[in-house]
Antibody, heavy 126, light 108 residues
């Protein structure tokens, strides 16, 4: 079955760059009908969509993070990555990666995050 | 940006109760509405996609309805394992897949 696994440093200093990778197993990241997403959840708060990437490299980013955010895909390693620059305490969160599946219903396509990683906690602190 | 507002923010109910959670979009999102369940310390789990379609393995006591701007998640007969936080999400705009703020369902 498809599994996603986040990895990266658990502690990042303010003003530095947060870098995370999501390894995909059980499926090819180049499979049609899917994109690959990052979501985060600050302590005690709700879910925030960060962005997603297609295997072609096309990306969509949250407007509030766009200036600091890079999402990329490495098809040779079957993984995708997130880089968030100039981090501050407000970027402290559990970061999840997820697969976005396209569901075909007649003339319409619908999208939902059907497989999630377990999440990785990132703390921004000096 | 499309904003998603859930109500209530928290809800107390008993095993066996029927509960309904509401999600409202700031503009029409057709049927592009998903529901997720999250338990403490765990990743969210997709329950319903495209407003009313149960994800595989999700019990039939869960159902979803709505269209346009107003949507509901209903649990017909609450079970102990259903106590969790529920999030709605719109995927109408590929520019930003917004989540609602969440509804915490607690045991009364």
């Amino acid at each position: 079955q498809v599994q996603l696994q986040e990895s990266g440093p658990g502690l990042v200093k303010p003003s530095e760059t947060l870098s995370l990778t999501c390894a995909v197993s059980g499926a090819s990241i180049t499979s049609g009908g899917f994109s690959w997403s990052w979501i985060r959840q600050p302590p005690g708060k709700g879910l925030e969509w960060i962005g997603h990437v297609y295997y072609t490299g096309n990306t969509y980013h949250s407007p509030s993070l766009k200036s600091r955010l890079t999402i990329s895909v490495d098809t040779s390693k079957n993984q995708f990555s997130l880089k968030l620059s100039s981090v501050a305490a407000a970027d402290t969160a559990v970061y999840y990666c997820a697969r976005v599946k396209r569901y075909d219903h007649g003339a319409y396509y619908y999208y939902a995050m059907d497989v999630w990683g377990q999440g990785t906690t990132v703390t921004v602190s000096s | 940006d499309i904003q998603m507002t859930q109500s209530p923010s928290s809800l107390s109910a008993s095993v066996g109760d029927r509960v309904t959670i509401t999600c409202r979009a700031s503009q029409s999102i057709n049927y592009y509405l998903n529901w997720y369940q999250q338990k403490p310390g765990k990743a969210p789990k997709l329950m319903i996609y495209a407003t009313s379609n149960l994800q595989g393995g999700v019990p039939s006591r869960f159902s979803g309805s709505g269209s346009g701007t107003d949507f509901t998640l209903t649990i017909s007969t609450l079970q102990p394992e259903d106590f969790a936080t529920y999030y709605c999400q719109q995927t109408y705009s590929s520019l930003m897949y917004t989540f609602g703020q969440g509804t915490k369902l607690e045991i009364k």
